[in-house]
């Protein structure tokens, strides 16, 4: 098999075995189409065509099986290699989407010689030809998976490439930093003057002012990604049900006057502003001998643990109790803490809206509605949100831990300022976590975990 190498280092395998796979979701539809990718597409063409269709065209065929039994009547597009998506030789057949049609299809091109491609194998052959770098094929999947128009848009904007520039800004002006600094190691016996020194640490502090710049913008477009997770928490009958069912919009949860009626955890997303965010209603905080509720309540505590924001929801007519302080110190210290001061209409002397130190006291009434809108912009607010804007990166998981290697590593080289040995070493680990990203440095089991979240087809 031969391969070359590109400039970041990738090999890329100029002939590969030939895939396919439905590219169309289950179930049936208008059109379905299969895609096929390899070297041996010319004879996959041929054998289910009859001939290969003028590249880059819509041609009209009959696809056939081994037999010559027509399976169906469709479009046939060709994109010869290096103009594909894939950077191969790649065919798309688009007939009816029927599950038996398109299965029949698949068969077909199975049977002249391609293989079943595994999830997200064409995208992992579109990174290693070098067509897409990691972050933008994982925008990809973003896109696809996206649940709101802002994660669309916030996924296409990685797809095109700024989250990648940016970080390849980030890359250039560490290497010019590292440059300055090498050579100031090349001449040892030359000391290194009061200027290189502000140089370097006026770049050195220019660069993590960008760095910083790019992880708010990252930490933002994780939120549309993964999404906010809320637990409501409380005892029994301070409307926890309630105020799920109002910040849902319909009667999601049972409500009754009777302690322990929520039995299991019940979780609702909504959207604000584009954010999901995944409201978890749990049972009511008390002792109870009732074995259902009981577990019910140790499940309360394990949602607790794993949020992101708790919801402390009270009682407006008799303020913060003694049970709710007694709650309140068992609390996970993890995560945000809202106090929630329900049924504001019950207390006359109170009024909706936002209060207390840090206003993190919101007034609502579940029932009329008052205050909740304040609550859902004050939710947003906890986590950071400020606003989609034009330029948040739909950073995953990875992306901000390698962000965070990267700071730290640029703030061990500041305080290495005039240890240019390790003031260097430390730029170079920044500059390879800021790699991860973009797959300029990459191991194959990070690939393999990456492109096997994807759905099969893509």
Request: aromatic share 4%; hydrophobic share 45%.
């Amino acid at each position: 098999m031969a391969s070359a190498e590109d400039p970041a280092g990738r090999t890329l395998h100029l002939a590969r075995a030939t895939i396919a796979a439905i590219a169309t979701p289950p179930g049936r539809g208008g059109i379905g189409v299969v895609r096929i990718s390899g070297s041996s597409v010319v004879d996959v063409a041929r054998a289910v065509l009859g001939a290969l269709p003028a590249a880059r065209h819509a041609t009209y065929a009959e696809f056939r099986d081994t037999r010559g039994e027509v399976i169906d009547r469709g479009i046939a597009l060709y994109f010869p290699a290096p103009h594909s998506y894939t950077g191969e030789d790649v065919l798309e057949l688009q007939g009816h989407g029927g599950p038996a049609v398109l299965q029949m299809l698949l068969g077909a091109c199975l049977d002249a010689g391609a293989r079943l491609a595994e999830p997200g194998e064409f995208t992992r052959r579109a990174f290693l030809e070098g067509k897409l770098d990691l972050a933008q094929a994982e925008a990809v999947a973003d896109l696809i998976d996206a649940a709101s128009r802002e994660a669309a848009r916030s996924a296409m904007r990685s797809l095109s490439g700024e989250f990648s520039t940016a970080i390849a800004t980030l890359v250039e002006e560490l290497t010019e930093l590292r440059a300055l600094v090498e050579a100031m190691l090349d001449f040892p016996e030359e000391e290194v003057d009061h200027t290189h020194r502000e140089n370097a640490a006026g770049r050195l502090d220019r660069v993590r002012a960008s760095l910083e710049t790019v992880m708010v913008k990252s930490r933002l477009g994780s939120l549309l990604r993964a999404g906010i997770h809320v637990v409501l928490a409380g005892r029994p009958n301070v409307g926890k049900s309630s105020l799920l069912n109002r910040l849902a919009g319909e009667e999601r949860a049972i409500v009754t006057a009777v302690p322990g009626t929520t039995r299991d955890a019940l979780r609702e997303t909504l959207l604000v502003e584009g954010v999901p965010i995944v409201i978890v209603d749990t049972a009511g905080l008390r002792e109870s001998r009732d074995e259902v509720e009981r577990l019910g309540i140790e499940r309360s505590w394990s949602e607790m643990a794993r949020a992101d924001v708790v919801l402390m929801v009270l009682e407006a007519p008799s303020g913060m109790t003694e049970r709710d302080r007694a709650l309140l110190a068992q609390l996970p210290e993890e995560g945000t803490r809202l106090y929630v001061y329900n049924k504001v209409d019950l207390a006359p002397h109170e009024r909706a809206g936002r209060r207390g130190e840090g206003r993190r006291e919101i007034w609502v009434s579940a029932k009329s509605g008052a205050g909740i809108d304040v609550l859902r912009s004050t939710l947003l607010e906890a986590v950071g949100w400020v606003g989609a804007g034009e330029s948040v990166y739909l950073a995953r998981e990875r992306h901000l831990r390698a962000l965070a290697q990267a700071r730290d590593h640029l703030r061990a080289a500041a305080a290495q300022t005039g240890q240019w040995e390790f003031f260097a070493e430390e730029l170079r680990q920044a500059q390879g976590a800021l790699g991860e990203i973009t797959g300029e440095v990459s191991a194959d089991d990070l690939l393999g975990e990456i492109f096997a979240r994807f759905c099969i087809g893509k």
